[in-house]
């Protein structure tokens, strides 16, 4: 813009109609033509063609200047129409090419609509004040009519395409300047249009305008942002902003308010232009109206669409199954499984949530491949929900999930196991048959079924277990629970040398309530952490009390079982630590018993186990045999003391494969350099065969029952007596 100013002011600096002013005039046209070569050069646009035909209409328009001084200055003629007026009018069509191809990504019905609307009112002003009486002043002479016409007719063409230009939203500064550039060759050729019509000026005051066209035409080429110019910008052509609105609104008004302007309709011509314009303008206004209900029924759709489906899998979300399982109720009993992974948070806690997100997209794709023609929804987390056939076909989709829900998933670089368990109900209520599948679900889980089928027994089940939910907190303060102790001995002597320790909950109305029954409650609603921490500062207190008390007759250690939950909490050790400093118990006098099953996944529980084993703990790996993988867990847990399951013990007295097991244990222990404990010894025989085998600590009913008060004054049960 600032060139074109200075451009400008050097123009009117010259002697007016002089040679110089007019060669400095027609230099500036041919700059411009060149300089859209550079810029195309320069920056490489995506449509080069649309920027070859602006420099060829720009460099029309100054080869038609200069036909016309020669004319003038060589010639001394001024001729109407001349051969100038066939370059300058050819200098339109190639500018409104050049537009069109620049323009014509956008190729949306409701931006179309906008920029026809747009010509048609805009072009009705023009055809009334411009075009019509041009048309009239040179009716004598046709080629006279034919030229005077044509000029701003090619306007009016400009004029459609810069209707379209600016319903564009989004454009380039380069799109911009174009833009300005036509609406200024616009507004100088109507002005001068006009002012020589009703007037003797020779229209020199408007070479302005098309001085700063030029320039801005040059502009807009070389501006870097001109290689970006061409990107359609379809996603949002059709939303209108608010300089749009009001644009469209004033050309829409134009037509009615021609009417009331005066001289303006009092002939046919006029009247029939009028009344055109308005139907155009009627039909188009009915068009976009239309297309803006589509686009908001497009949105709906696809807001529905958003909002009915999970995110991450693309499966239907809980909404969408609990709607469809309505509609399946109200035809008959819905049928439904309830599929929930096992240990699913291990993955997302020790992989990262990348990791757990493609296992979930993975075992989703699994499930709706096993499941054609069912329903299949995330509803949430680790859990997905099927809505079933009626009959044998849901059995095997059933069957088909089991199997698929096997194989290993390969995600991150990792291959994973990730099994799942299967909840089956059905009902006539939809709510109901969804409960009832989650309960199902979570007795799967307990019981290490791949599935289960709802049954009343399973809601008389949940119902204890809420019982005992509710009732847990409670017990813990008011001190219903007693911790009791189990001898571990040392044979052939019999000498008690560490006590396990047990929790009991005495129930004021219902008496002693099992372990059994308990513990596995206060995993899920997370109790056991309080429950575990109360469990383990009573039992350093109390072996801290016998030694004071027994001095060499007290046990040596005490061990204590602690849960996964505990473990997977980062400041488990920090509490073992705080209890052993107040208690006053020595590291090495205590004991953590730990599951196979609550170190398998790794992660946070085997590094709790190091940080304990760095104060000085032991730890003993319970149940061994039983769990998961139990060699391979020796590799990466650190281990002191092997605990070997009562199942390898109940049948030691009989020749088999119990007896061949149990040695083979006690010969890794001894090759590893690790304790071993048989458990479960109920007789004298089994504690005879198990010595015999290798084993010199032995725990069990036939050594003493749990209790609070354990006698260590003498050996208990020793071999031979």
């Known amino acids: 813009?600032?060139?074109?100013?200075?451009?400008?002011?050097?123009?009117?600096?010259?002697?007016?109609?002089?040679?110089?002013?007019?060669?400095?005039?027609?230099?500036?046209?041919?700059?411009?033509?060149?300089?859209?070569?550079?810029?195309v050069r320069l920056h490489r646009p995506a449509r080069p063609a649309a920027w070859y035909w602006f420099s060829a209409g720009q460099a029309a328009s100054a080869v038609g200047d200069l036909v016309w001084e020669y004319?003038?200055?060589?010639?001394?003629?001024?001729?109407?129409?001349?051969?100038?007026?066939?370059?300058?009018?050819?200098?339109?069509?190639?500018?409104?090419?050049?537009?069109?191809?620049?323009?014509?990504?956008?190729?949306?019905?409701?931006?179309?609509?906008?920029?026809?609307?747009?010509?048609?009112?805009?072009?009705?002003?023009?055809?009334?004040?411009?075009?019509?009486?041009?048309?009239?002043?040179?009716?004598?002479?046709?080629?006279?009519?034919?030229?005077?016409?044509?000029?701003?007719?090619?306007?009016?063409?400009?004029?459609a395409m810069l209707a379209r230009l600016?319903?564009?939203?989004?454009?380039?500064?380069?799109?911009?300047?174009?833009?300005?550039?036509?609406?200024?060759?616009?507004?100088?050729?109507?002005?001068?249009?006009?002012?020589?019509?009703?007037?003797?000026?020779?229209?020199?005051?408007?070479?302005?305008?098309?001085?700063?066209?030029?320039t801005l035409w040059a502009a807009a080429a070389l501006h870097p942002s001109m290689a970006a110019s061409a990107e359609p910008v379809e996603s949002r052509a059709a939303r209108l902003g608010r300089s749009q609105i009001a644009l469209l609104t004033g050309c829409a008004m134009l037509s009615p308010a021609m009417l009331f302007l005066p001289h303006v309709g009092d002939n046919t011509v006029d009247r029939v232009a009028i009344g055109a314009s308005s139907a155009v303008l009627l039909v188009l206004a009915a068009a976009r109206a239309r297309g803006l209900m589509r686009q908001v029924q497009e949105h709906s759709a696809e807001l529905r669409q958003i909002a009915l489906h999970d995110d991450l899998t693309g499966l239907p979300n809980r909404r969408h199954f609990e709607h469809s399982l309505a509609e399946a109720a109200r035809t008959g009993r819905a049928r439904m499984a309830f599929l929930g992974l096992d240990d699913f948070k291990n993955v997302n806690d020790e992989l990262g949530r990348p990791v757990g997100d493609l296992v979930l997209t993975t075992l989703a794709g699994r499930i709706s491949r096993a499941a054609p023609?069912?329903?299949?929804?995330?509803?949430?987390?680790?859990?997905?929900?099927?809505?079933?056939?009626?009959?044998?076909?849901?059995?095997?989709?059933?069957?088909?999930?089991?199997?698929?829900?096997?194989?290993?998933?390969?995600?991150?670089?990792?291959?994973?196991?990730?099994?799942?368990?299967?909840?089956?109900?059905?009902?006539?209520?939809?709510?109901?048959?969804?409960?009832?599948?989650?309960?199902?679900?979570?007795?799967a889980k307990e019981t290490g079924e791949p599935y289960r089928s709802w049954?009343?027994?399973?809601?008389?089940?949940?119902?204890?277990?809420?019982?005992?939910?509710?009732?847990?907190?409670?017990?813990?303060h008011a001190?219903?629970?007693?911790?009791?102790?189990?001898?571990?001995?040392?044979?052939?002597?019999?000498?008690?040398?560490?006590?396990?320790?047990?929790?009991?909950?005495?129930?004021?109305?219902?008496?002693?309530?099992?372990?059994?029954m308990f513990i596995p409650v206060a995993e899920r609603n997370g109790l056991i952490v309080d429950l575990g921490a109360w469990v383990l500062r009573t039992a350093c207190e109390q072996l801290v009390g016998w030694r004071a008390e027994l001095g060499p007759d007290a046990p040596e250690r005490v061990s204590v079982n602690v849960s996964a939950r505990q473990l997977a909490r980062p400041q488990f050790p920090a509490t073992v630590a705080e209890i052993l400093a107040t208690t006053g118990l020595p590291p090495q006098c205590l004991t953590v018993e730990v599951t196979e099953t609550a170190v398998f996944g790794g992660g946070q529980a085997v590094t709790a186990l190091h940080e304990l084993r760095a104060l000085g703990v032991s730890i003993a790996l319970d149940d061994f045999g039983t769990g998961h993988s139990?060699?391979?867990?020796?590799?990466?847990?650190?281990?002191?003391?092997?605990?070997?399951?009562?199942?390898?013990?109940?049948?030691?007295?009989?020749a088999g494969r119990h007896a061949v097991i149990a040695q083979a244990l006690i010969q890794v222990s001894e090759g590893l350099g690790l304790k071993a404990v048989a458990e479960g010894v109920e007789t004298a025989e089994q504690a005879d065969v198990l010595y015999g085998l290798g084993y010199r600590l032995l725990q069990g009913y036939h050594f003493g029952r749990p209790t609070a008060t354990p006698e260590f004054s003498r050996a208990i049960y020793p071999l031979g007596a």
């Open 373 to 443: 023609g069912v329903l299949v929804s995330r509803l949430g987390g680790d859990e997905f929900a099927l809505l079933l056939p009626a009959g044998d076909e849901g059995d095997r989709v059933v069957e088909g999930l089991v199997a698929v829900l096997c194989a290993p998933v390969e995600a991150g670089g990792h291959e994973l196991l990730v099994g799942a368990s299967i909840g089956l109900a059905e009902a006539a209520d939809p709510v109901e048959a969804l409960r009832r599948a989650e309960v199902s679900m979570h007795a």
């Open 1 to 39: 813009m600032a060139a074109g100013v200075a451009a400008t002011v050097v123009y009117y600096l010259l002697p007016e109609d002089g040679l110089a002013a007019n060669l400095f005039y027609n230099a500036v046209g041919l700059l411009s033509a060149l300089a859209i070569l550079i810029g």
């Open 630 to 654: 139990s060699l391979g867990l020796l590799h990466t847990v650190p281990v002191d003391v092997l605990k070997v399951d009562k199942s390898f013990v109940d049948n030691i007295t009989e």
């Open 455 to 476: 049954s009343p027994a399973l809601d008389e089940r949940a119902g204890e277990h809420a019982r005992l939910g509710a009732e847990l907190q409670a017990a813990l």
């Open 166 to 214: 600016l319903m564009a939203r989004g454009g380039t500064r380069s799109t911009r300047m174009l833009a300005m550039a036509t609406l200024l060759l616009l507004v100088a050729d109507a002005a001068y249009s006009i002012i020589t019509l009703h007037s003797d000026s020779d229209g020199e005051q408007f070479a302005a305008g098309w001085l700063l066209s030029y």
């Open 71 to 159: 004319y003038q200055y060589v010639l001394h003629q001024e001729p109407d129409p001349s051969i100038a007026d066939v370059f300058y009018l050819g200098s339109y069509p190639l500018l409104a090419v050049g537009l069109w191809m620049l323009i014509r990504g956008h190729r949306e019905r409701a931006a179309l609509a906008d920029a026809t609307m747009a010509g048609a009112g805009l072009g009705l002003a023009f055809w009334i004040f411009v075009l019509h009486p041009i048309a009239a002043e040179h009716a004598s002479s046709p080629l006279a009519w034919l030229i005077s016409t044509a000029y701003p007719a090619c306007d009016a063409l400009l004029l």
């Open 479 to 516: 001190g219903h629970f007693q911790v009791v102790y189990q001898p571990i001995v040392a044979v052939p002597g019999g000498r008690t040398v560490a006590v396990e320790a047990l929790v009991r909950w005495q129930h004021p109305q219902r008496g002693t309530i099992s372990p059994a």
